[in-house]
């Protein structure tokens, strides 16, 4: 589901099967008016009113027509209704200058919604994104704390406020600790991403962040720290090093010590490495066990160790003669979980030998070849790096190369093209062992 990121938009654009919307005949495209006598300015204040038992529900119909329904209901039911925007407010942009900034380093002519940033804290509720809380007014906090909006991400990045208003270029950036304190007190859960810039915000500065974050847990869920990523179009920003296999080590041996104090103190880590500084460092992804749950798995922390588990454990569980016929098959990922698919392409093979997995290792030469993340392939990259080559009847690739709610590549070819152009099916696999497998062997 994308969000309308230009305009307000309270329209009604699906009704729910057997939900009380449904009951009371609201139809798509009426518009949502108010609910108890307020006028709904988004969708965190549209679920925090609709939660009580009894509400008066104002609509204005397609034909012009204003109905106030009474509805009396359970506490939290849902009424069943979706808008056309899905925050029905214009999505607040960020007004930051981050010097890490990927969306910065995008290159000219891509769609239009690629170029947004948001820094919406609704936006972190519903869908998971990260805000950097910069351009909260009072109002703004208020709101989160009074409709319970928990919980939400925070690109922290570090807690030293004069190198975050560095990093971050905005004069507001050195106030987030205090934010989070107010947050923390009214209970709300956060969790936190530090992108970690080498000479910038590692080392002493990292231990610091991290210990300053983990005053306020258990409100501080969580702080996952993932590398920076640099394209070939950084054009007039400033310099930044990436990560080597030396610095990569250095910064998990300070993690490891830290997460080693905080599981004393607290039971928990509270502070992950992404799958990409194992990886960079030439170095063993830690256990299952160790990411205690995987809480933050969207940010690409514990990844490799929660899929290639789920693997192993699907094919101990099938038979050796589950009826999987004869047949060639390729697999197109980037460099960072090329030697992890490979391994479980193998594994495979091994037990169902009829099976042959070709693995493309796909440079990013859309990006640039620092940027080595299977999310952050094009079907270009894939097309001209498979040509000529093996793919057998069918391509698989991960789902998180493709728009979340459209199948269409970040250079706008979709996957019904890439299948044409391609002479191949082209199959997406969620990050999910299950699945993947399921989806070669069938």
Known sequence: MEVNVKNSNNIISRIYPGSIAEELEIEVGDLLISVNGEKVKDIIQYRFLTDDEYIELEIQTKSGERVVYEIEKDYDEELGLEFTNPIIDKAKSCRNKCMFCFIDQLPKGMRETLYFKDDDSRLSFLQGNFVTLTNMSEQDIEDIIRYRISPINISVHTTN?????????????????????????????????????????????????????????????????????????????????????????????????????????????????????????NREIPDYDSYEGFLQFEDGVGMIRKLG???????????????????????????????????????????????????????????????????????????????????????????????????????????????????????????EGHDFVDKILK
Not at 163 to 172: H, V
Not at 243 to 255: G, R, Y
Not at 256 to 265: H, I, M, P, T, W
């Open 161 to 281: 406020p004069e190198l975050r208003q560095r990093m971050i270029t905005n004069r507001f950036a050195g106030k987030l600790y205090s934010i989070m304190e107010r947050l923390a007190e009214a209970g709300i859960t956060m969790n936190c991403q530090i992108v970690l810039c080498p000479g910038v915000n590692d080392g002493k500065e990292l231990e610091r962040t991290i210990t300053d974050l983990s005053n306020l847990y258990p409100n501080v869920n969580s702080v996952a720290i993932v590398p920076v990523g640099v394209t070939r179009y950084r054009d007039h920003l400033p310099h930044l090093e990436i990560f080597n296999e030396k610095t990569a080590n250095e910064a998990l041996d300070l993690v490891e010590g830290l997460q080693e104090k905080c599981l004393e103190k607290f039971g928990s880590r509270f502070a992950f490495m992404s799958d990409e500084f194992y990886i960079i460092a």
């Open 309 to 431: 588990t789920e693997i192993e454990n699907y094919l101990a569980e099938l038979p050796d003669d589950y009826d999987v016929r004869e047949k060639t098959v390729s697999i197109a990922t980037g460099k960072s979980a090329y030697e992890f698919i490979n391994s479980m392409a193998e594994i495979i093979m091994k037990k169902f030998p009829q099976v042959k997995i070709n693995v493309y290792r796909i440079v990013n030469e859309f990006w640039g070849e620092t940027i080595t993340v299977s999310g952050l392939i094009t079907a270009q990259d894939i097309i001209k790096q498979t040509e000529g080559k093996e793919r057998g009847e069918t391509l698989y690739i991960t789902r998180s190369m493709l728009k979340a709610d459209e199948l269409i590549f970040l250079d706008d070819v979709t996957l019904e093209q890439l299948e044409e152009i391609l002479g191949n099916e082209v199959v997406p696999c969620e990050n």
